[in-house]
Structure formats: structure tokens, C-alpha cells
């Protein structure tokens, strides 16, 4: 392979909904890029990006596969990223090292809920695309209909640049209007015939054409002046001008296509070669590069993808991590297309390539040259929607079953295991059920564990909402020294200003405060603490110790044993012994007496509740709300988006087990979801009665 200058390279990722076909398109990228001879199938299993084992029994795309094309001079780095919307952390890996994206859209279904989320994304991180209507020879495509939604999604940004002829099973031709020429397919490999338009296509095209010159001209103040005068642009540049257009987002040229058959991917690739933007990366600088994804393969062990920020890679360069000072040589680089791997010397910024057994190897880690101190950040991942809880069967593999997942993760940054101290479990989260059930797999077949995936608990919350006094006195004699303590406190919600007049055993109370002690809980929440002891009752000594009892309590709410938060604690009296008054007696005279008079404050139990906001086709939007309302929802705004509705609402994270599963399940697979910690709230009574009963029973087992 020979090296190329950062002018001449161009990083895309292919993106789109599932069943779109941009594995089949990349496909057909590669064999015009004469990086393979054959174009192989989905059906077949013998495509080059999906050819992972759990892709080829799943025939669709689960993780981001890195390929790369050489064509007219340039090379062309492709990331494959997964449609499914469980699998979407590939695609926001790519985002972090790509400078612009060819969107893909199914010609039988138009824009979907995937395809918008994905141009959502694109706008946020202002992404230029490049849209190729995929699969125009399918019995449903329907040109008409996919203008329409086209243009629903995108408005005044979409720019057409062709338009097919004969959509659907007699799909055969390709009218494009910037280089005013036809493309007719004369069989099913691609081979085509460039012609002047045919006179029947004739009016469509220059009413096509005069269009796309005025969107170009749109773009750049020059061409608007010499379009106003001459009434015309040339090629070149409309091209300019669409090239302004697309790198600021305001313009989304659209191109005709039949990945499985090799139609028109030639002229989207030569176009992305001409318009899409080259890596903004220093060729001088000093050395960089950035490790955007890594991987276990059977032959070679851990590989490491990467992007060569600035300057240089070359092989058996010395590189540094700034973050932990840890050192790195690497004794080969490659050139990556799938499996395919080519030995190069040098790769150039803003090339792409990989190298095995770095020890610095996670995704998210920058290697610099030595001293340089450069870091480029990590990747920005979405947050998780689907978790549960997860053992070994066999009690003895849990180390093994932490190790395999802590592997797992290594690889998939989206896969998050976090063992929870407060609930006792471990809990997997990620993009949905389909994801876990990969992590099932490999764990199954891959690391021969046999595990349990059940509901997680949930984290609920303790409080009160009275006020409440209670005292309790600690004595021990056993032989030797004895344990005395005596605690009477009061407590009441942490919230409003800070009261000190009380009803204490039936007379009006006035506390003053000695000492304070107030602690943010690292649960959330808080706990204040009072000293309001008078005439030496207790000696100051032994508050921290009253502290800490309280504080142990409240990791073990008294209710459901869940932690208990935003607590004043006023303790007003006591007793203490001369000699038995010991620190251990005044922990467990403080935490019985918090507990006694938690019972009797009102206690309340607070659940955690998500925003969560659904963008689903307009049809399904009663089925969804209902759903919502059966999970104990609250709805909030209701508003459309581009042909799509989009619901609020505020659901308890008690009824979105598996809410994923369920959405696909109602929606046919075309709606998708996002949900964020908002707060916590009480229960409602019922739920209330039903979790005391609960963990009565449990405790009664235990015991």
C-alpha cells in the first residue's frame, strides 16, 4: 500500500437504521476499491465487515468494523457502524474520529427512527453526511415516498444530486444532475454505461439541475453574486459550493443506489473524494494517535484501532500515555479492512490503522510522542437503558465471571458492570436486551460460564416526614469494665429553614445548638446533626461517636434496609458513666435511638424516577402512551418531530425492567428511547405496604 498525505485521506462512517444495507454497500466499496475481488453476501456469511462469528449467526452488524478502500488516488477509511440501536456505542466511537458519514436509507421504508437519531447526532457534533438511498431495486421502493420523508426529516437542507430510473425490481438507471450525465446499470455487477440523459428525463433533470445550482449558490456569497449574473455555475463549482454547504451542515446531497448490485456506490465514493472534508490533523506536529476501539482476535490476541492524530506512526516508534506516564513501542502497524490486515511502514495523519498486544490497548487512550503531553480526550458514549443483575451459577465462578466481564467491557466500552455494595448484586447495563445477550453469549461460548440474568433491585431511598423523639440507654456488665451509654434525640425532615423550638414529651422545647456536624451523603441527600446536650449530660467526646451510630443506621434504613437520607438528628440529653462510658457504648445507644424514633417520624419510602423520552412513528404513539401510563408514567410534553412523535414522561426505574424489550415489541422494532436520573419520589401507600411486607419476610428468612 502506498502512503498517503492527510489531503488525500477521508474518513467516513457508514450509518443508518437496521436493515438498511450498509454492510452490503460497504461491500461493494471494497471491491471498487480493489481491496477484494468478490463482493460476498449477508446471506452468504462471507462479507468482510461482518465477520465476526456472532454477526454471521446474527446476519446483521454488531460491532463498528474499520475497512478502508483506495480509490482515485485516495484512500478512503470506512467504519461499518451497527444500525440497531443497541449496538450504537460503534457508532459513537466513529464520531469521535471521522470527519463526515454517508447515510444510508432503505428505498422500502424511507426515513426511519434510526435514520433520524442518527442525523439528530450528526447535527449535534455537526457532522457532514452524505445520503445514498440504498436498495432502489426493491419490489417497494417508492422514489415519491422517500423524497417526501426525506424531506419531512430534513427540509430546506436536502440537496438532490440523482434521481433513479425505473425504482424497484426493474431498477436499472441513474439521472445525475451535477455531472449531467446517465448512468445505466446493464446487469446485476455494476457494469455501467455513461451517457448524455436520455431526451424522456431530459425536463426532469433540468429542473433538477437548476435547483441544485440555487442550493449551491446558497452556500457561498461568491457564487450567489456570479449565479445572480450569469444564471448558471459550472461543475466545479457547484461542487465548491456544496462543499461549504456540507461541511457546515446545511447541506445533505443525496445519491441513488443499489449496494448488492454494485449501482451507483462508485459515483458516491468518487463524489465523498471531491466534497467530503479531509482530517483537520497536523501532519508536522509531533506524533499521536488515538485508540478508538480495541479487540481480542484468535490469532493475534489484543488489537488496538486507532487514528493517527498528528505527525507520523511508524513502525517501532516509542509513544507515551500523559495519563499514566506508561510507555509503548509499536513493533508493526496495519492497514485495516475487517479481518484483513496489511504491514504498512507509516501511517500519516489522519490515517487509520492498528497495532496488537499494546498494553496500553483501552479504548479512549491517547499515545503521544514522549514528553509531548498531548491527550485528545475520550469518547462521549450514551447513557445505558437496559440493566439487570447477573451470577455465576456455580458460586465458585464468580471470580472467573468478573474477570470474563471485566474483559468484555474492555472491548465495549457500552457494557457496564458495577458491583452495587448498597444492593448486593452485580449489575450489567447496557443498550438494550439484544446487547446483554450477546454479553450472555460470550460468556457462554466464549468463556464456558454458565450465569443467571434476573431484575435488579432497586435502589430505593428512606425517609421521614414527622418529627419524632426517642432515647435508648446501652448497658453492659460482663465481669470486667462494663459499656453504658444513654441517647435521647429527635429527629425530623431536612428541609425548610432550621427550626430549634419542639414539643418534647408534651412540654414546648427550646434547643440551643452547641456543635453541628452536617454531611452530604454519598447516596445523595444529606444528614445534619445537632448537639444541643446542656450541663455536661454527655461529654462532648462521645458525639462522634452518636454519629457514627446514626450514620450505620442509614446505610441500613430501618424500613427496607435501603439508605436512608435528608435526616436532622437533634440530640438534646443523655446519661454517662464515670468509668463503664466507653465510645462503643454511645455507637449503639446512637443507632438504636435513630432507629426507635425513625419508626415513629412518618417514615416514607422515596423511589428513584427517570425522564424518559420516546420517539416513535405517529402510529404507535397510543400504544406507547398507554404503555407508559400501565408502568406508573407520568406524561409530560407531546410534541412531533419530523414525521415522528415524541412522548415525556417520568417513570419509576422499578417498572422499566426490560422496557426495551417491550418498546421494540409495540413499535415493530421502529421506535427508540432514551432515560436520565431526574429525582427520587415517595411510593406510592400500596408499593409502600407491598416492599415493607417484602423485606419483613426476608428478614424472617435470614433469621
Not at 165 to 183: E, P, Q, R, S
Not at 252 to 277: E, H, L, N, Q, T
Not at 426 to 447: A, D, F, P, R
Not at 640 to 650: N, Q, S, T, V, Y
Amino acid at each position: 500500500m502506498k502512503e498517503y498525505s492527510t489531503k488525500d485521506i477521508r474518513n467516513v462512517v457508514l450509518l443508518g437504521a437496521t436493515k438498511s444495507g450498509k454492510t452490503t454497500f460497504a461491500e461493494a466499496m471494497l471491491y471498487e476499491g480493489k481491496v477484494i475481488d468478490r463482493r460476498g453476501t449477508v446471506e452468504d456469511k462471507n462479507t468482510v465487515s461482518d465477520n465476526n462469528e456472532l454477526e454471521k449467526l446474527n446476519q446483521r452488524s454488531i460491532y463498528a468494523t474499520p475497512l478502508y478502500a483506495e480509490f482515485e488516488g485516495k484512500k478512503i477509511n470506512i467504519i461499518d457502524a451497527p444500525g440497531s440501536d443497541d449496538f450504537i456505542g460503534g457508532a459513537y466511537a466513529a464520531f469521535k474520529v471521522c470527519e463526515s458519514g454517508i447515510l444510508v436509507i432503505n428505498a422500502q421504508q424511507g426515513v426511519e427512527v434510526g435514520t433520524e437519531a442518527a442525523i439528530r447526532r450528526a447535527e449535534e457534533i455537526k457532522l457532514p453526511l452524505v445520503i445514498a438511498v440504498n436498495q432502489l431495486d426493491s419490489e417497494k421502493a417508492d422514489w415519491d415516498n422517500i423524497q417526501n420523508s426525506m424531506k419531512e426529516a430534513l427540509g430546506g437542507k436536502l440537496v438532490t444530486v440523482q434521481f433513479p430510473v425505473n425504482a424497484g425490481i426493474a431498477f436499472d438507471g441513474i439521472v445525475d444532475v451535477l455531472t449531467m450525465k446517465y448512468y445505466h446499470f446493464k446487469d446485476d455487477k455494476g457494469t455501467c454505461e455513461i451517457t448524455d440523459i436520455p431526451a424522456q428525463y431530459a425536463d426532469d433533470a433540468e429542473m433538477a439541475r437548476e435547483a441544485l445550482i440555487e442550493k449551491a449558490a446558497e452556500y457561498d456569497d461568491a457564487l450567489m453574486e456570479k449565479f445572480f449574473e450569469e444564471g448558471t455555475l459550472s461543475e466545479e463549482e457547484i461542487i465548491g459550493g456544496l462543499n461549504k454547504g456540507i461541511a457546515s451542515g446545511e447541506a445533505y446531497p443525496v445519491f441513488c443506489a443499489c449496494g448488492k448490485k454494485d449501482m451507483g456506490v462508485k459515483r458516491i465514493m468518487d463524489f465523498v473524494c471531491s466534497a467530503a472534508p479531509a482530517p483537520k490533523c497536523e501532519e508536522s506536529g509531533p506524533a499521536s494517535l488515538f485508540i478508538y476501539k480495541n479487540d481480542v482476535e484468535q490469532h493475534l490476541g489484543e488489537v488496538s484501532f486507532f487514528k493517527v492524530m498528528s505527525g507520523s506512526i511508524t513502525t517501532g516508534i516509542d509513544l507515551e500515555d500523559a495519563a499514566s506516564g506508561n510507555k509503548e513501542r509499536l513493533s508493526a502497524i496495519y492497514a485495516v479492512a475487517g479481518s484483513k490486515k496489511e504491514a504498512v511502514n507509516v501511517l500519516k495523519a489522519g490515517d487509520f490503522g492498528c497495532a496488537v498486544k499494546l498494553k496500553c490497548s483501552k479504548s479512549g487512550t491517547t499515545l503521544a510522542a514522549p514528553g509531548s503531553g498531548i491527550n485528545h480526550g475520550k469518547i462521549s458514549y450514551p447513557a445505558p437503558k437496559y440493566r439487570c443483575a447477573i451470577k455465576a451459577k456455580v458460586q465458585q465462578d464468580e471470580q472467573k465471571l468478573g474477570d470474563a466481564l471485566k474483559k468484555i467491557s474492555s472491548t465495549d466500552p457500552t457494557v457496564i458492570v458495577e458491583y452495587s455494595k448498597e444492593l448486593r448484586q452485580t449489575i450489567l447495563s447496557g443498550n438494550g436486551e439484544q446487547h446483554i445477550n450477546i454479553v450472555k453469549w460470550l460468556l457462554n461460548n466464549e468463556y464456558k460460564l454458565d450465569v443467571e440474568l434476573f431484575a435488579p433491585k432497586v435502589p430505593y431511598r428512606e425517609t421521614i416526614t414527622k418529627v419524632a423523639t426517642a432515647q435508648y440507654r446501652h448497658k453492659k456488665q460482663s465481669g470486667g469494665a462494663g459499656q453504658f451509654g444513654e441517647v435521647h434525640l429527635l429527629v425530623c425532615p431536612a428541609e425548610g429553614e432550621l427550626n430549634t423550638k419542639f414539643k418534647i414529651d408534651g412540654k414546648e422545647t427550646q434547643l440551643n445548638i452547641k456543635t453541628q456536624d452536617i454531611s452530604e451523603m454519598e447516596w445523595g441527600g444529606k444528614l445534619e446533626f445537632y448537639n444541643c446536650v446542656v450541663g455536661g449530660a454527655i461529654d462532648l467526646s462521645f458525639m462522634p461517636a452518636i454519629l457514627k451510630g446514626i450514620k450505620e443506621r442509614m446505610v441500613e434504613g430501618p424500613l427496607t434496609g435501603s439508605y436512608a437520607r435528608d435526616i436532622r438528628v437533634f440530640v438534646y440529653d443523655g446519661k454517662m458513666h464515670p468509668v463503664d462510658s466507653k465510645e462503643i457504648a454511645f455507637i449503639i445507644a446512637g443507632r438504636n435511638a435513630f432507629k426507635e424514633a425513625f419508626r415513629n417520624a412518618g417514615p416514607k419510602i422515596l423511589e428513584p424516577i427517570y425522564n424518559v423520552e420516546v420517539m416513535t412513528p405517529a402510529e404507535y404513539q397510543g400504544a406507547v402512551m398507554s404503555d407508559l401510563q400501565n408502568r406508573r408514567g407520568m406524561l409530560g410534553d407531546m410534541g412531533a418531530d419530523k414525521g415522528f412523535a415524541i412522548l415525556k414522561a417520568r417513570v419509576p426505574l422499578a417498572e422499566l425492567y426490560r422496557y426495551s424489550t417491550t418498546l421494540s415489541s409495540i413499535t415493530a422494532g421502529s421506535a427508540t428511547f432514551t432515560m436520565e436520573f431526574a429525582d427520587y419520589q415517595p411510593v406510592p401507600g400500596d408499593v409502600q405496604n407491598k416492599l415493607l411486607a417484602e423485606y419483613a419476610a426476608q428478614e424472617q428468612e435470614e433469621d
